[in-house]
């Protein structure tokens, strides 16, 4: 008789579905010409209003590389009364990566931040419980600081969120 390995994901977290049976998992499709020259400084909001208890799963990407876009943040954001938006922590996924050549790799997510804790829902991540989200939720978004210099460019993503269960 043979004994059974279960994952890292399973030991921690025995009663999530996700670890052993599987999830349905929600998917935002992202995608936005960036005219030359244009996305200095622009947030791109991928996917929200989420809760704390959702987890990001996975950010895949499925367009050519962005010339030139090579200092980008991913992290979470919340609606301001005026429909703007202000940081929570604006690269706490992704910090100054460049997608000049990245997304030639299916899943963005893990592959740029290869010291994520892929178990953390957004709440752990941010050192922060239930009580204190946002009141209009969490958004993630990616926020370009460099521009493109090609012609138009699509930015083009899929952001992969799995719903909050029992840990």
Not at 5 to 16: A, D, V
Not at 97 to 110: D, F, I, N, W
Not at 141 to 152: C, D, E, N, P, R
Request: glycine residues 10%; charged residues 20%.
């Amino acid at each position: 008789m043979a004994t059974g390995i279960r994952s890292n994901g399973y030991t921690e977290y025995p009663n999530n579905p996700g670890n052993s049976v599987g999830k349905q998992l929600r998917t935002v499709y992202y995608e936005k010409t960036i005219a030359t020259g244009a996305g200095t400084n622009t947030l791109h909001i991928l996917a929200g209003p989420l809760s704390y208890d959702s987890k990001i799963a996975a950010v895949i990407g499925s367009t050519p590389a962005l010339t030139s876009a090579t200092d980008n943040d991913l992290g979470f954001w919340k609606m301001d009364d005026d429909g703007g938006f202000t940081a929570i922590d604006a690269d706490i996924l992704w910090d100054g990566v460049t997608l000049a050549t990245a997304l030639s790799y299916r899943e963005l997510l893990g592959t740029l931040n290869t010291s994520l804790d892929r178990d953390d829902n957004i709440g752990t991540l941010l050192g922060k419980t239930g009580e204190e989200a946002p009141v209009n939720g969490v958004f993630l978004g990616l926020y370009i600081q460099v521009a493109s210099t090609a012609a138009s460019e699509v930015l083009k993503l899929e952001v992969c969120i799995e719903e909050a269960t029992t840990k």
